[in-house]
C-alpha cells in the first residue's frame, strides 16, 4: 500500500467505550498528525509527532491520547468521549518538522467517529 | 488563537467560469500557504502552494494570489469544470487552516 492509510473508515461509540483509531504510512515521512475536522469549521489541529516524539499537543482534551511508536504508525486512543467529539478525524503525514518539507502534508481518508 | 478567515462558505459556478476563494491570515511568522482540495470521502490532498515572497503562482488552471501587504491570498480555477467541484480548504502552514469553501460547478 501507498500514502497515508487510516482505519477504520468509520466508528460508533457509546460514552463510556474505549476504542482506537490507526494511520500507517508508507512515504518515509518522519512527522506525523492528528486534525480533527467538524462540519463547517476549520481543520483543527491536534497533536504533532516529529521522530516519534510529540512536538505539539494543540490543547486537547485527555480523553484523546495519541500513541507514536514509530515514524509509519500513528494511533489515537479514545475514552470516555462526548458526543460533541463525533468528528472526522483525519491522519497526516510530511517530511520531519522544521525542515522545508514539513507544510507538504498527506493526508488519509479519516476515521469518520459517532459518539452516542 | 490566530485565525485563517477563508470565504465564502460555499461557491457556485458555472461550466467555464472563474472561481475566486479568498482568504485572510494573522500571523506574519507563516511562511506557507497552502491550499487543499477535498472530494467526499476523501482527505484533502495539496492542490497548489505558495511562500510570502512570491505575488502569485501558477499551475494549469489554478493560480494563487498573494498580498503580503494586506495578509490575503486567494485561489483563482480558470475555465472551472464540474469535475473541480469539492471542497477547497487555505491553510497558513500545518497549523491553521481555513473553514472551507464548498465549490460547485455546473455543467
Known amino acids: 500500500e501507498t500514502g497515508v492509510t487510516q482505519t477504520p473508515r468509520h466508528l460508533v461509540m457509546g460514552m463510556t467505550n474505549k476504542k482506537s483509531l490507526k494511520c500507517e504510512q508508507h512515504?518515509?515521512?518522519?512527522?506525523m498528525y492528528w486534525y480533527k475536522q467538524s462540519a463547517k469549521k476549520p481543520l483543527e489541529l491536534m497533536f504533532v509527532?516529529?521522530?516519534?516524539?510529540?512536538?505539539e499537543n494543540n490543547s486537547v482534551p485527555s480523553r484523546f491520547s495519541p500513541e507514536c511508536p514509530n515514524s509509519s504508525h500513528l494511533f489515537l486512543h479514545l475514552h470516555t468521549l462526548q458526543p460533541e467529539d463525533s468528528a472526522l478525524y483525519l491522519c497526516?503525514?510530511?517530511?520531519?518538522?522544521?525542515?522545508?518539507?514539513?507544510?507538504?502534508?498527506?493526508f488519509g481518508a479519516g476515521s469518520r467517529l459517532t459518539v452516542l | 488563537q490566530q485565525q485563517v478567515k477563508q470565504s465564502p462558505q460555499s461557491l457556485i459556478v458555472q461550466k467555464g467560469g472563474i472561481s475566486i476563494i479568498n482568504c485572510a491570515y494573522e500571523n506574519t511568522a507563516f511562511d506557507y500557504f497552502p491550499w487543499y482540495q477535498q472530494f467526499p470521502g476523501k482527505g484533502p490532498a495539496l492542490l497548489i502552494a505558495?511562500?510570502?515572497?512570491?505575488s502569485e503562482k501558477k499551475e494549469g488552471r489554478f493560480t494563487i494570489s498573494f498580498n503580503k501587504s494586506a495578509k490575503q491570498f486567494s485561489l483563482h480555477i480558470m475555465d472551472s469544470q464540474p469535475g473541480d467541484s469539492a471542497t477547497y480548504f487555505c491553510?497558513?502552514?500545518?497549523?491553521?487552516f481555513g473553514a472551507g469553501t464548498r465549490l460547485t460547478v455546473k455543467p
Open positions: 497526516a503525514s510530511s517530511h520531519e518538522v522544521g525542515g522545508l518539507g514539513a507544510n507538504v502534508l498527506t
Open positions: 512515504l518515509g515521512h518522519n512527522a
Open positions: 491553510a497558513a502552514s500545518y497549523m491553521r
Open positions: 505558495i511562500r510570502p515572497d512570491v
Open positions: 509527532y516529529n521522530f516519534k516524539e510529540q512536538t
